[in-house]
């Protein structure tokens, strides 16, 4: 299989964390894939429609894309370790789609910094992106810490790669200051090997 690939990129990091933990890792060839939606550079077009990584090639058939897809492509090609049955499944999938949500936001502040030139910047849309990230926090802080304490599954894997994905491009936001309980729960679960092998290269 073909993994196209960016060490920074959050939605590959699930990727390749689930493929550590599962033992898949020497099964995946990575290839180096950048771009943005104004310019798509070397991301896998004929793959991915949208334009964006990660995007998986796979023998069996066409092209997979959206992480979620291929996180659960994979855990069931491992015979599934960080998706439960349902009805447990429900929560771990709603987990992963508010990390997901939060790399979301977190992007397209990126991209309106970075691309967008300046005189057309709306600060009322940057604080709009972070205010989803803000309450997606709160929810985490107030409604999920036991489920993230529990057993590891993928959705306390895309959780640490958002969190991860605010320190590199938004530190400045100090999400840790109103979140003492997500920060700790943060500092433990970044000790796994598999984090700990995947961390982003610093900005
Ligand atoms: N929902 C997608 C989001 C993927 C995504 O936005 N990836 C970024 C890289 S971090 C990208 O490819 N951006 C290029 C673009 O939006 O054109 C997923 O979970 O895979």
């Given at each position: 299989?073909k993994l196209f690939h960016s060490p920074?990129s959050p939605y590959v990091r699930k ?188 900005a």
């Amino acid at each position: 299989m073909k993994l196209f690939h960016s060490p920074t990129s959050p939605y590959v990091r699930k990727v390749m964390i689930l493929l550590q933990e599962t033992g898949l890792l020497s099964r995946v060839a990575l290839v180096p894939a950048t771009g943005t939606p104004v310019d798509p550079g070397s991301m896998p077009l004929a793959q991915n429609p949208l334009g964006k990584i990660p995007a998986l090639e796979r023998p069996e058939g066409p092209a997979l894309y959206d992480s979620r897809v291929i996180c659960r492509y994979l855990d069931d090609l491992a015979g599934g370790k960080l998706y439960p049955p349902a009805p447990a499944l429900w929560d771990v999938l709603v987990l992963e789609a508010t990390a997901d949500g939060i790399m979301d936001a977190a992007i397209l502040m990126v991209y309106e910094g970075k691309i967008r030139p300046e005189d057309k910047r709306s600060p009322e849309w940057l604080e709009g992106q972070w205010a989803k990230i803000a309450r997606a926090l709160d929810a985490l802080e107030s409604r999920w810490i036991a489920h993230l304490s529990g057993h590891f599954d993928m959705g306390q894997v895309a959780v640490a790669c958002a969190l991860d994905y605010l320190d590199l491009r938004h530190a400045d936001r100090d999400w840790r200051a109103d979140h003492p309980r997500l920060a700790a729960w943060h500092a433990k679960v970044s000790e796994r090997p598999s984090l700990r092998a995947t961390v982003p290269p610093a900005a």
